[in-house]
């Protein structure tokens, strides 16, 4: 397996522009996880999927923020409008549900925004 | 309220040597942990986890010590390579609602 795919790795945009971030869980896992990473408040869950479904969006921070989960294989965080504060690296991670809580973490889309 | 935190934000040994990462915790209703490392441009990879009702588990090089009388979890790495040179984060988890709270990590350099 291919593992969580993101893309784009990198985004530079400017404020007020809008920005789409893609995600591919693994095949097979029926939970999927938006993590945002910034050095001064570490890894921040966003929102969480099960089966398609959201589950739990209290992470995201404004209305600005939005994601979707259109069919098993394809999540979409979308940031509209941006701004400069939106500045990380936003992962998407994918698990099985049941059992461990392992996750798996994609490579991460790092956003700057001018 | 439901936090994680790290005792050591930096931690530097010497190739060889055994690294000791800590990692504390105060929702005394967690009852699952994971250790992840996660590597310069990529994504957090889990290392090894423990739940609650264990205080010890090993892995390869690797051993995860749980102490719920103080709310402490450590991250044991034998003989420490190079290639273990990462940021390293515990995370927990309360009950099944599969929300991983992450601490703010760890950054171990090993030094040849």
């Known amino acids: 397996d291919a593992g969580v795919i993101q893309s784009p790795r990198h985004e530079v945009t400017e404020m007020g522009q809008e920005v789409t971030l893609r995600c591919k869980p693994i095949s097979g896992h029926d939970y999927l996880f938006w993590y945002r990473q910034t050095m001064m408040r570490g890894l921040e869950l966003l929102i969480y999927?099960?089966?398609?479904?959201?589950?739990?969006d209290s992470g995201m921070p404004e209305d600005r923020f939005s994601a979707k989960m259109p069919n098993a294989s394809f999540s979409t965080l979308k940031i509209q409008p941006s701004e400069p504060r939106d500045s990380a690296v936003y992962f998407c991670a994918s698990r099985q549900g049941g059992g461990t809580g392992e996750l798996f973490f994609g490579e991460g889309s790092r956003l700057t925004v001018l | 309220g439901e936090s994680v935190g790290l005792h050591l934000p930096t931690l530097s040994v010497q190739e060889g040597d055994n690294s000791i990462i800590n990692c504390a915790y105060s929702?005394?209703?967690?009852?699952?942990f994971i250790w992840y490392k996660q590597e310069s441009g990529k994504g957090p990879q889990f290392i090894i986890d423990?739940?609650?009702?264990?205080d010890k588990r090993q892995g390869q090089r690797v051993t995860v010590l749980l102490n719920k009388t103080v709310k402490h979890l450590s991250l044991q790495i034998a003989a420490t390579q190079p290639g273990d040179s990462a940021v390293y984060f515990c995370a927990e988890n309360k009950g099944s609602n599969y929300k991983l709270t992450f601490g703010k990590g760890t950054l171990l350099t090993v030094n040849p």
């Open positions: 999927f099960n089966n398609n479904v959201p589950i739990d």
């Open positions: 423990i739940r609650s009702n264990m």
């Open positions: 929702n005394s209703a967690s009852d699952y």
